[in-house]
């Protein structure tokens, strides 16, 4: 049985005195116990919007999501997330970001200290552990938010551009890093990104989304061996790959940015 | 300081006007470019530099006679007039009576105006239903419902309080439900992904966010309190600031007007400090 399955899923906004805008139409999918899923699109697509569904954070205009089986209703801890934006809480320090949902849930000091202090090791931060987000640059803020996330042992890992606004060379160390922490922990994770190098990189399984309105326009099954060192991005395979992907995204990004209008809103 | 694009220094052999058109150019790029850093001696020199200028141009005015001394007092004067209702324990008095006042009408509406302006903020329920009448209410002058206050509860404290506390506390509650709107969604989104439920994101989340910008808000209104006080004090007081510098027209006394002035100055400024004091001591974290 699939961990998350996504049926029939829409999404539509009211307009006033316009017809509705589709954001999102019959988005179907299916991520495994311990799959790594990526759904990349061009912007806009609504892939963004598609994971604060999953999150609970909104509510689909149709369709029915369910994880482990259950009906997803509201936001919980069962669906950690980790955002673009940095969210770290800035009144906590780093220890206390990531004991954020331990505190929650009621667990003891000597739990929360031992999970904390594993979670810390994970993403290489015990040094920071009693910095303030403010004395953390953006790739080390990511490293929290992913720990904080983790932390609460989700039964999966949602991802919406975690590592957007992040430099290229970060970015690629945020990849690797989250790859090593994934061979770890093996969560479930749902990821969304634009960039195809990092889909490829990082998943099990390819999402193509199309331009709005966002469906689901091809299913890849990534079968590169793990583990991905960063240099498996000049390999052959890869590169076949890449031209796939990069040829069935660059007509939805030409349709995006205006030059076919048919459907737009 | 960095020196980016600063021009290569020319040799020593070159002529004094030369170094000294150098100085003068070394001088333009680290203190008069546009938002440019500079070092907090400078800073601090700066500012020590300018209010003494202003000292030296009154000064100037009252010992060289070019006014007389009726109309603005020389600045001995002011200082002898502190010295003299300190001793007669009237400045003590009057200040104690002032701040009495200011402290409890800022009290009075920080309590109500903090809580009520964060669910304004964070709760368009909230703010959908009180901001209409909020804002009729926030832009009438004070001073208009001075004679109804006079009326309600007689000339004591409690009409002075009650104008510091009207003067403050829509704005407050307006500037407050402010802070907590531009709190980022996704911090409060985040927080339910962690398990928070409602209730706790409110508690845990939505109130520490506003804390700096709380603070902030508290350390504007507070200059807005003390402009009230006198207000109040002029219309209906026999003690206070306002009162002591309205007494002092009455006699003519001159260096008494300008040290009630100089008194509210440095009170405000005392106050506008202990409140930057609070925000670095007490929220290091924020930015």
């Given at each position: 049985?699939?961990?998350?399955?996504?049926?029939?899923?829409?999404?539509?906004?009211?307009?006033?005195?316009?017809?509705?805008?589709?954001a999102l139409d019959r988005i179907s999918l299916d991520v495994a116990d311990k799959e790594f899923a990526v759904i990349v699109g061009p912007s806009g697509c609504g892939k963004s919007s598609l994971l604060y569904l999953v999150a609970g954070l909104n509510r689909p205009s149709g369709g029915i999501m369910l994880l482990d089986g259950k009906p997803i209703d509201e936001p919980d801890r069962d669906r950690g997330m980790v955002f673009q934006s940095y969210t770290l809480f800035p009144w906590l320090t780093v220890r206390d970001n990531i004991a954020f949902g331990l505190k929650i849930q009621g667990k003891g000091a000597a739990d929360q200290q031992a999970i904390v202090d594993r979670y810390l090791a994970e993403v290489g931060l015990e040094s920071f552990a009693d910095a303030y987000p403010k004395q953390l640059s953006g790739g080390m803020m990511q490293r929290v938010a992913l720990a904080r996330a983790m932390a609460n042992d989700p039964q999966i890992l949602l991802m919406d551009e975690p590592f957007g606004a992040l430099d290229s060379q970060t970015r690629v160390m945020m990849q690797q890093l989250l790859l090593h922490v994934w061979e770890h922990e093996h969560k479930t994770v749902l990821f969304v990104t634009h960039d195809i190098d990092e889909a490829l990189l990082l998943g099990d399984r390819l999402y193509v989304m199309t331009a709005r309105?966002?469906?689901?326009?091809?299913?890849?099954?990534?079968?590169?061996?793990?583990p991905r060192p960063v240099e498996m991005t000049m390999s052959p395979e890869f590169l076949a790959l890449k031209q796939r992907v990069l040829g069935l995204l660059q007509e939805e990004v030409t349709k995006s940015i205006g030059l076919g209008r048919a459907e737009a809103g | 300081m960095t020196d980016g694009g600063a021009p290569a220094e020319p040799a020593p052999a070159e002529e004094a006007t030369k170094t000294g058109a150098t100085a003068w150019r070394r001088f333009a790029r680290d203190y008069l470019s546009p938002k440019a850093e500079i070092p907090t001696q400078a800073a601090l020199l700066a500012g020590f530099l300018f209010g003494g200028f202003i000292l030296l141009l009154w000064c100037g005015i009252t010992y060289g006679g070019l006014v007389p001394p009726n109309f603005l007092p020389a600045p001995h004067k002011v200082l002898l007039a502190g010295i003299q209702f300190t001793q007669q324990g009237r400045l003590p008095r009057d200040i104690w009576a002032s701040a009495r006042v200011v402290l409890l009408g800022f009290a009075i509406s920080s309590i109500i105006a903090v809580p009520l302006g964060i669910l304004m903020g964070g709760f368009r329920i909230v703010q959908a239903a009180l901001e209409p009448t909020i804002n009729f209410i926030r832009y009438l002058p004070v001073t208009s419902m001075i004679p109804l206050l006079i009326l309600w509860v007689g000339i004591g404290i409690e009409q002075k309080v009650s104008v510091i506390l009207i003067g403050t506390f829509f704005q407050q509650v307006v500037m407050i439900a402010d802070v907590a709107r531009q709190v980022p969604r996704d911090l409060i989104n985040v927080s339910y992904t962690l398990g928070a439920r409602r209730g706790l994101v409110v508690t845990r989340v939505l109130l520490p966010a506003t804390l700096p910008g709380v603070v902030d808000a508290l350390r504007v209104t507070m200059g807005w309190a003390w402009t009230y006080l006198v207000?109040?004090?002029?219309?209906?007081?026999?003690?206070?600031?306002?009162?002591?510098?309205?007494?002092?027209?009455?006699?003519?006394?001159?260096?008494?007007?300008?040290?009630?002035?100089?008194?509210?100055?440095?009170?405000?400024?005392?106050?506008?400090?202990?409140?930057?004091?609070?925000?670095?001591w007490g929220l290091p974290w924020a930015e």
């Open positions: 049985m699939s961990k998350l399955s996504i049926r029939d899923v829409e999404l539509r906004f009211e307009r006033r005195g316009r017809p509705p805008l589709l309105p966002g469906r689901i326009k091809e299913r890849l099954h990534v079968t590169l061996p793990r | 207000v109040a004090e002029l219309v209906a007081a026999n003690s206070g600031l306002g009162y002591l510098s309205l007494q002092a027209m009455r006699g003519f006394r001159v260096d008494v007007i300008f040290l009630a002035i100089f008194i509210i100055g440095f009170l405000g400024m005392a106050m506008d400090f202990l409140f930057r004091a609070i925000r670095r």
